[in-house]
C-alpha cells in the first residue's frame, strides 16, 4: 500500500523537454490513470515513479518518503508491461514462482503465496501447464500473476491491454478493475484511451505536450474540462466548443452570442479577452423548431436508442446527442438550446476555462 506524492517533476532528454514540472497526488489504494495522446510524457512519467527514469528535477515521495533518486530495485514497485515477458521453458507455476524463488523466499511459503495468486486471477487450472500455448489473455494474467505475487507497494502499467483486441480488451479491463477492487493495491495505470481512463480510473490525470491539464475524478473531468484541450480529448464525441466575440464578466450569469442571451454557470473570475468559447457536452443540446441558436442539420448517425446530429451554426459546427425518435431531417433548419448548469465558458486566449459557480473546485494542472 502506498501514497505517491509528484512534486513538480521534470525530465528532460537533451534540449528536449519530456516532462514539464508535474505535480500530483496518488492516494493510498487509488486507480490512478495517466492519459494523454501520444509523446505527452505519460510513459516517462511511469517509469520516472518506477525508477527506471532519473528525474531532472523535482520529488517523488512515496508513502513520505523522497525516492526521486533511489534505484527502482529500492522502491518496492512492480512494473506490467504491453509486451509480457514470460519464462518459455517453464511452467505457469514457476514463472509465477520466479520473483519469489529468486529473492530466496521459503519453498512453503512460495507455494501458499502461488495458490493465492492463481485464485486470486483464477488461473489454478493452468498452474502446471507450459506457457507456450497459453492465449493473450491467460498469458497476461500470468505477467499479472508474476508482478503480484511480489506484493509490492504499488504496480505500474503501461498500457497492459494495448496488444489486445478490442472485445477481449474490455474484458480484461472489467478483470483489472475487479482485481484491484479485492487487492486495494495502488496502482498507475497509462493509457491513451480516454474510454478506458474514464471506465477503470478513481482519478486521472491528462497530459499534453509533458503538461498536466487537469486532474481529477472522471466524472469531474467529464462535467468540468479545466481546458480547451481537456475538452476535446474527453468524450465521444468530444465537447461542442463555439468561437465568440463577447463580453465574459466576474457576477454574470450571461453571454450574448450573436442574437442569443445564452444562460451559463455564473462566473467567479472575467476573461483576458473578448475572445470567448462555449463549451457544450452534445447531450446537453435540445433541438426544436425554436431555440437560442438557428442551425441547418448536415448530417444524422443512427446508434441505437441515440443519434448524433451534426449542424452547422453561425459559430461553427458541432454534434448534439438526441433519442433516436427525434425527428432530423438534413438540410432543414432546428432551434438549438443549451443546459445552462452544463455549459463551460472558456478565455478564447488562454484555453483555460473560466472559473465559476459550477466548475469552482476543479484541479487545473
Ligand atoms: P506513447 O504513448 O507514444 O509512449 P507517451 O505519452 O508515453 O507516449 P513518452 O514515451 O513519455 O510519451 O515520451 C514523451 C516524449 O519524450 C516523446 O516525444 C519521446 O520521443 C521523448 N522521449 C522519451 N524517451 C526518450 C529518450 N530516452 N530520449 C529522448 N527522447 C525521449
Known sequence: MAEIVIRNLRKEFGAFTAVQGSSFTIADGEFFMLLGPSGCGKTTTLRMIAGLEIPTSGEILIDGEEVSRRPASQRDIAMVFQMFALYPHLNVRKNIAYPLVSQGVAKTEVASRVAEVARILRIEHLLDKGVGGLSGGDRQRVALGRAIVRRPKAFMMDEPLGALDAEFRETM????????????????Y??????????????????NHGVVEQFGKPQEIYDHPATLFVADFIGSPSMNTLRFEGVAQAGATDVTLGAARISVPQLQETASTQ??????????????????????????????????????????PLKARAPSGQPARVGETLGLSFTAPKLTLFDGATGRALRSAANAGVHHG
Open 275 to 316: 475572445s470567448l468559447v462555449l463549451g457544450v457536452r452534445p447531450e446537453h443540446i435540445t433541438l426544436g423548431e425554436t431555440g437560442d441558436l438557428p442551425a441547418q442539420v448536415l448530417a444524422t448517425e443512427y446508434l441505437g436508442t441515440t443519434q448524433i446530429i451534426t449542424l452547422e451554426t453561425a459559430f461553427g
Open 173 to 188: 479491463a472489467e478483470e483489472l478493475r475487479a482485481l484491484h477492487d479485492r487487492m486495494g493495491a495502488t496502482t498507475v
Open 190 to 207: 497509462v493509457t491513451h484511451d480516454q474510454l478506458e481512463a474514464m471506465q477503470m480510473g478513481d482519478k486521472i490525470v491528462v497530459m
